[in-house]
């Protein structure tokens, strides 16, 4: 038996304890995470720096990169770190700072989702009201309120997860420390912690209802436009962020409904990598590079820099 206090150390067990798998995952993640950091911090400087993106779309784009950076930062670079040094701790304050940040970030991100669902609805379902609904100052309070969300979110997750003794060995089989793994590391049932995350995949669930009920009024819309270029510009800027809505929380779904084997799964570990890296990194492709306002920005700010530098 093993009691845990405030300086107990974890073990996040990862993927392999064999040295070669433990390199190539970390080249693998590094790459990945590389990539999350690239095509977010471009969509940020894209989104700020020229004036043609400040629009509605183009904020909650820029809020949802600046999530993106925070979901992938909070496992991976721990990930790789350990991988590289085949040191697998990671200390009881440091468990907590990966669970906090982890639902305040996906639960804003979720939240923020929805919003951008809402703001393509009223851009194509209501475009003459479009201006009069998304004001600036209704679209700061929306991504106000998603970052309240999450912040709430993250409070209750973390204090109901910690609040229980936790016994037996301190092995985490995760790759960071996330609550379903933590959960069976407690010495009693967590009901507390149990009925939160009911209640956040209730809300989540409400979340995704929302989401195809507007694409529904926005496909039924789109069908209706004469312009086959009208019509192919509004299914490529809607129907990637279904799919990464639907990715994202399916997965979360499939990790926070799916009881526990009893032995590691390494099927555990590949979804928890869905919803932690796959939507920060496609995120950017889906939204620079099948969008021409994205191009055209990367194509001035290119050309500005090059004449700066001559």
């Known amino acids: 038996m093993y009691n845990f206090t405030s300086r107990s150390t974890f073990f996040l067990m990862g993927f392999s304890d064999i040295r070669e798998i433990q390199i190539f995952h970390a080249v693998l993640f590094l790459l990945i995470y590389l990539a999350a950091l690239l095509g977010n911090l471009l969509i940020i400087t894209l989104t700020t720096k020229d004036h043609c993106l400040h629009t509605p779309m183009y904020f909650f784009l820029k809020n949802l990169s600046f999530l993106d950076v925070g979901l992938i930062s909070i ?37 923020l989702l929805t919003v951008m669902s809402y703001d393509r609805y009223i851009a194509i379902c209501h475009p003459l009201r479009y201006d009069i609904i998304m004001s600036h100052g209704a679209c700061v309070q929306m991504a106000a309120s998603s970052w309240l969300s999450g912040s709430l979110n993250a409070i209750l997750h973390t204090a109901l997860t910690f609040s229980t003794p936790m016994c037996g060995s301190p092995e985490v089989h995760q790759f960071f420390c996330d609550v379903p793994q933590l959960l069976s590391l407690a010495c009693s049932f967590n009901t507390g912690e149990l009925v939160v995350i009911g209640l956040s995949l209730v809300l989540d669930f409400g979340c995704f209802v929302f989401i195809d009920i507007s694409y529904i009024h926005i496909f039924s ?11 192919s510009k509004a299914f490529s800027t809607c129907l990637p962020h279904l799919i990464v809505v639907t990715l994202f929380l399916s997965s979360g779904y499939f990790a926070y409904l799916r009881p526990l084997p009893k032995s590691p799964s390494l099927l555990d570990l590949l979804i928890s990598v869905f919803y932690t890296m796959v939507p920060p990194t496609m995120n950017p492709l889906i939204y620079s590079l099948r969008n021409k306002d994205m191009k055209m920005a990367l194509r001035k700010l290119i050309s500005r820099e090059h004449f700066t530098q001559r």
């Open 221 to 231: 819309t789109v069908r209706r436009i004469p312009s086959r270029e009208g019509r």
């Open 75 to 111: 496992p991976v670079p721990k990930s790789i770190m350990n991988s590289l040094t085949n040191d697998n701790t990671i200390s009881f304050l440091g468990c907590v700072s990966q669970v906090f940040f982890f639902f305040l970030l996906a639960t804003t991100e979720v939240a």
